[in-house]
Nanobody
Framework: QVQLVESGGGLVQAGGSLRLSCAAS????????MGWFRQAPGKEREFVAAISWSGGSTYFEDSVKDRFTISRDNAKNTMYLQMNSLKPEDTAVYYC?????????????????WGQGTQVTVSS
């Protein structure tokens, strides 16, 4: 079992920044590919970003790749999502998730563990 807790969401104006954190407990954090997904009202959950177990590889959805940065600190069992130049269309509940190290990072079905989500609201 892996327990995941997101934090750092909130209300921000367009153009602003937020940093989300995902704290993990339970099984060895460093064994997992970690990802961020988001779900806006009335929409499907979508992939945002992911990072390999070592942090050596990162993956981004096209609309965020020039604005968001994903990182992890395996010593602290924590993953981060730095979100810059936020847009109203980034408004969603953001979820962190953990998948086996060999998972296809952008597929939500590959992820075994999910956090409860944190709300990000970007006002225009």
């Amino acid at each position: 079992q892996v327990q995941l807790v997101e934090s750092g969401g909130g209300l921000v104006q367009a153009g602003g920044s937020l940093r989300l954190s995902c704290a993990a407990s339970g099984r060895t954090f460093s064994r997992y590919t970690m990802g961020w997904f988001r779900q806006a009202p009335g929409k499907e959950r979508e992939f945002v970003a992911a990072i390999s177990w070592s942090g050596g590889s990162t993956y981004f959805e096209d609309s965020v790749k020039d604005r968001f940065t994903i990182s992890r600190d395996n010593a602290k069992n924590t993953m981060y999502l730095q979100m810059n130049s936020l847009k109203p269309e980034d408004t969603a509940v953001y979820y962190c998730a953990a998948a086996p190290a060999d998972a296809i990072a952008f597929l939500s079905s590959e992820y075994d563990y999910w956090g409860q989500g944190t709300q990000v609201t970007v006002s225009s």
